[in-house]
């Protein structure tokens, strides 16, 4: 079942990518290699990769900016989206996540196109009553700069401020091929890696006063991922200092390769190493209760960096970081047609250890490079 191409988009995506991704969307959600069409997954993000470009004549188009804050005991993920699969003239929304006390909780909000105030070249997204916004000039940002983002609701309120913004990277190395059609394509960026965070959030009849860090990633697709896509993860670490970027696709049948996966590691801002993983090893797993699926434990990425070596990404799971069901969280008739496209929906969000090591010959052994903590997985699950 497909839907005629229109200018009032819909706006289904928005539950699929909520907190990353984009691909991300995830969002979702996920970065992909083909070197013909990519650029390092080290190279720096600009804000022309992540400013508003709607595309409302292309089937599939999905734009997609993911804010994660962690504090005073909370995770929270939010979403804004435009997109235009789905029905009727709701081509827009936010979508938001709340872990607290091992306890997930979700608002949602879809809005009429009418209600969309954006400009192309800019991110500055008003979607009805709620507002993502990127100040200053960069590039690709200055110490003034700042992201703003605004949810409201009678019963929920968030209001988020960010500033000591990093800037990031593009992992998907910009936009590159998902088909045979050279004009599909998807993109994944972190603009930003880090940035201190301060709000107010009114949860459950109790005001909030937050305080933590967070960072941004995007999505920017024309075509629908459930048209490729199993699912996508993404790892992302929030540490100024000492941060790791990994991003995985992977595929259904006719995707090449069955998988795609890159990597970035950045010190204190800089691109310390990149690089592209060519096999990947689960070598634990369990079901997990949230959703029913098989999910890894403890996965080994063998990985070769740009300039050619041999490393080895593990990455362990420690805890459960928050999750729902897209399907539950819908309205009816949107999950009618959510069903149509997407077999079993979920987000769900891990805490996790990565230990980077690597390898100065074949016959050498594995020397640990870096180690990373309290780093946030994600897993999106499109058609398993």
């Keep these: 079942m497909s839907f005629p191409k229109s200018k009032r ?24 290699f083909t070197p013909v069409f990519a650029e390092s997954p080290g190279t720096y993000s600009r804000r022309s990769d992540f400013v508003f470009r709607p595309l409302p ?48 909780r979700v608002f949602t909000s879809e809005q009429d196109y009418r209600t969309l105030k954006a400009k192309p070249g800019e991110l500055d997204l008003h979607s009805g009553p709620h507002r993502l916004s990127l100040s200053g000039g960069g590039p690709p940002f200055g110490k003034q700069d700042r992201l703003k983002l605004f949810v409201t609701s009678p019963q929920f309120q968030l209001e988020l401020d960010f500033t000591n913004l990093q800037r990031g990277v593009r992992l998907s190395g910009g936009p590159v091929r998902v088909s045979d059609e050279p004009s599909d394509f998807v993109r994944a960026d972190i603009p930003i890696v880090h940035a201190n965070a301060r709000g107010k959030m009114l949860f459950q009849g109790e ?31 929030y540490n100024p200092a000492n941060g790791f970027f990994l991003g995985v696709i992977q595929g259904d049948g006719a995707f090449p ?98 230990v980077f090591a690597c390898r100065e010959s074949p016959e050498g052994e594995y020397l640990e490079r870096s180690r990373f ?8 699950m499109i058609n398993e």
């Design 257 to 354: 390769g069955n998988f795609q996966a890159r990597f970035a590691w950045l010190q204190s801002g800089a691109v310390k190493s990149c690089g592209v993983v060519n096999k990947i090893e689960v070598l634990r797993s369990r079901v997990d209760p949230l959703s029913g699926y098989k999910l890894p434990v403890k996965t080994q990425y063998l990985a070769r960096t740009d300039p050619g070596e041999e490393c080895r990404i593990t990455e362990t799971v420690q805890r459960p970081a928050g999750g729902y069901s897209v399907l539950a969280s819908i309205s009816g008739f949107l999950r009618w047609i959510l069903s149509v496209f997407f077999a079993r929906p979920y987000i769900l969000h891990f805490e996790t250890e990565i």
């Design 373 to 380: 903590s309290n780093v946030q997985n994600s897993h999106y």
């Design 207 to 237: 005001r909030y006063d937050l305080r933590g860090v967070g960072g941004m990633d995007s999505i920017y697709t024309n075509v629908s991922p459930h048209k490729y896509a199993k699912r996508f993860s993404l790892t992302r670490s």
């Design 9 to 32: 988009p819909g706006r289904s995506a928005l539950s699929i990518f909520a907190g990353f991704a984009a691909f991300v969307t995830a969002t979702i959600l996920a970065p992909f």
């Design 57 to 104: 004549d292309r089937d599939g188009y999905t734009q997609a900016y993911s804010v994660n804050f962690r504090g005073n005991g909370f995770r929270i993920y939010t979403v804004f989206l435009v997109s235009n699969i789905g029905p009727k003239s709701l081509n827009n929304g936010v979508a938001v996540l709340i872990y607290h006390k091992g306890q997930s």
